[in-house]
């Protein structure tokens, strides 16, 4: 079973990453009994379908760290996961290679991993806005890592209608592996902290929402 690993980042919450090596008929058989995912595994792209179970079965991998009791993950009209027990808030992202899960039973969580490649620096210009591009230095690590950044607190405000070039900004941190991030609308503005890790060829980053309240 290709489990990387499934950490603990604090007390409430876990951190999982899987990497793909099984077909997708050996997924769904990892998969509890009581989850059904069909629907679902119709509506994702036929190239995009494994990596997709692979980060389901992580979800319940992970979930067994806080609960055995059976719990349905679901989507909102956003897009966004969730489960049917409102405790646990959860984050997902995969790749060809890997999936990767936050999950926390207290805080709201993001969580995005990204192959580093070239098609990130293709299409800088439509996400990194001109002191972004001091940063990253037309760097293809640094520019699939601050895309990676975006996309995580894209996830984490969950609310959609957001442009990454203009309302969310990352730079560098003080702490290692950590970037400051914001997000900042007409009518909503806030400070984050994202981490991030490079590994196997991606780079991994998540952030855990500690205050609730937002910086206005």
Not at 4 to 30: C, F, N, P, Y
Not at 158 to 185: C, D, H, M, W, Y
Not at 199 to 207: D, K, Q
Request: charged content about 25%.
């Amino acid at each position: 079973m290709p489990l990387l690993h499934i950490k603990s980042l604090d007390e409430h919450t876990k951190i999982g990453l899987w990497k793909l090596a099984e077909e997708q008929e050996e997924l769904r058989q990892l998969l509890p009994s009581y989850v059904s995912v069909e629907e679902r595994l119709a509506q994702t792209h036929p190239r995009r379908q494994r990596e997709w179970l692979a980060s389901r079965v992580l979800v319940y991998q992970v979930l067994q760290g806080f609960t055995s009791v059976p719990v349905q993950l679901l989507r909102n009209q956003y897009g966004k996961p969730y489960f049917t027990d409102s405790r646990f808030h959860v984050s997902i992202s995969h790749s060809p290679e890997l999936a990767a899960v936050i999950l926390s039973k207290k805080h709201e969580v993001g969580i995005d991993i990204e192959q580093v490649s070239e098609k990130a620096l293709r299409v800088q210009d439509k996400f990194l806005n001109d002191q972004e591009k001091t940063h990253t230095l037309a760097n293809e690590q640094n520019t699939c890592l601050y895309w990676s950044a975006k996309e995580t607190l894209y996830k984490l405000y969950s609310r959609k209608k957001l442009i990454f070039k203009e309302n969310i900004v990352v730079g560098p941190a003080e702490a290692p592996n950590q970037l400051e991030g914001q997000v900042k609308t007409e009518n909503f503005s806030k400070l984050y902290r994202v981490t991030f890790e490079v590994l196997h060829g991606h780079v991994l980053t998540y952030c855990i929402d500690r205050l609730s309240d937002p910086a206005t």
